[in-house]
């Protein structure tokens, strides 16, 4: 790789602040990370709800960062807005991919129905009522492809092991199912997280973000059933709950963040899409409570041998 420039990352996060344990705080550990490598700086701006967005953006815009990194899908609006309007200044948003792309903003995807996938396998393999349950914040594709690859994932081991675990919460060919409709009320967690145990899910994937330590909670108290994490690992970020953590789907932030704003300091920065694959880990399950073996179904996924999404 050529020599690296010292490089000024700002990131302006999504509403759930700098120490969401999720995103905003993955995303920003590969700031400081970065900027520690190069000899450079990292700040953030925290956007306490959505109209903060193109704010925290604009004041960015006069502080010479070298990247602006704006934080998950629903920044998508704005940080277009003013890529467009400062063809000069490099952009990477998490998350979100612009179709036409842009020359000067890198969307930073991730292959989650990989790690999904293997969740799914897993989640199958420890259940003992034969039903696992997954639900969704809000019906948009970051979201559903880890409810696609959780599906998937179980029938490949049903398929692979004459089993019948049934997933609930989503249907793959309908591609509608459980949504709370928001990313944030505990209490909506909570509640699914008991409806679906009521119906028998003994292994529970919430793809909704803290929505999903209400259901956490739910979980712990009955005893009965296992959850799975996601975006970060579970047991570290909701430690609280990790004697009921069966695995977690890693979205890798940190690393894609890096990778990107070492794109800028060696000088290499273009505009397009910075894809996070089993292959290159920027997606994975964590270990956890389980005995199953998923080398080989890694390897069959990088080599495209089995799909994980519709």
Do not use: H
């Not at 909570?190 to 009521?198: I, W, Y």
């Amino acid at each position: 790789m050529a020599e690296l420039a010292p490089v000024k990352v700002c990131e302006v996060t999504d509403v759930g602040g700098i120490d969401d344990k999720s995103f905003n705080a993955t995303a920003w550990i590969g700031a400081q990370n970065v900027a520690e490598e190069t000899g450079g700086e990292a700040k953030y701006l925290e956007s306490q709800q959505q109209t903060d967005y193109e704010r925290n953006i604009n004041a960015f815009l006069e502080e010479d960062c070298d990247l602006i990194v704006t934080v998950g899908f629903l920044l998508g609006d704005a940080t277009a807005a003013a890529a467009d309007a400062n063809p000069d200044q490099n952009f990477s948003i998490i998350d979100f991919a612009y179709d036409p792309a842009k020359p000067n903003v890198v969307g930073q995807v991730y292959a989650v129905d990989q790690a999904a996938f293997l969740a799914g396998y897993i989640a199958a393999s420890v259940s003992e009522t034969g039903i696992i349950g997954t639900f969704g914040g809000i019906n948009i594709p970051p979201v559903t492809a880890f409810m696609d690859g959780f599906v998937l994932g179980a029938d490949y081991y049903n398929e692979q092991n004459g089993t019948d675990v049934q997933v609930i919460g989503w249907d793959v060919d309908k591609q509608d199912g459980l949504f709370t409709g928001n990313f944030d009320s505990t209490d909506d967690g909570r509640s699914l997280g008991e409806s679906l145990m009521d119906e028998g899910a003994d292994v529970i994937l919430p793809v909704a973000g803290p929505v999903g330590l209400g259901t956490a909670a739910a979980v712990q108290e009955r005893g009965n059933a296992w959850i799975i994490g996601v975006d970060t690992d579970w047991t570290q970020s909701a430690s609280e709950f990790a004697d009921i953590v069966l695995t977690s789907i890693m979205k890798r932030m940190d690393i894609s963040v890096a990778e990107v704003a070492k794109q800028v300091a060696s000088g290499s920065f273009e505009g397009g899409l910075f894809v996070s694959t089993l292959e290159n880990g920027g997606v994975a399950v964590t270990d956890g409570p389980y005995d199953v073996d998923i080398s080989g179904l890694i390897d069959m996924i990088i080599s495209g041998e089995i799909a994980t999404s519709p």
